[in-house]
């Protein structure tokens, strides 16, 4: 791939993935290999019976976050 062939949105799709990939592995996920613990355990799925979800945007929004 050239990147002078890469249109504006292209490029900057490029260095999103780039720069996420690169926070991903620099921050890592520091729960991750950890178990649940009983009490959330229960608790999730408590939540999870409850069916009442919401997406991503609607969180965002009932919160007042932009994306």
Known sequence: MEL???SASQ???LVRGLVDDRL?????DPDLGLELGE???SRLKT????GDRLSGD?????????W
């Open 4 to 6: 002078s062939s890469l």
């Open 47 to 50: 939540s999870l019976e409850k």
């Open 24 to 28: 991903r592995e620099l921050i890592g």
């Open 39 to 41: 009490a959330l355990r």
């Open 58 to 66: 609607e969180l965002a929004e009932k919160l007042g976050l932009r």
């Open 11 to 13: 490029l900057k799709e």
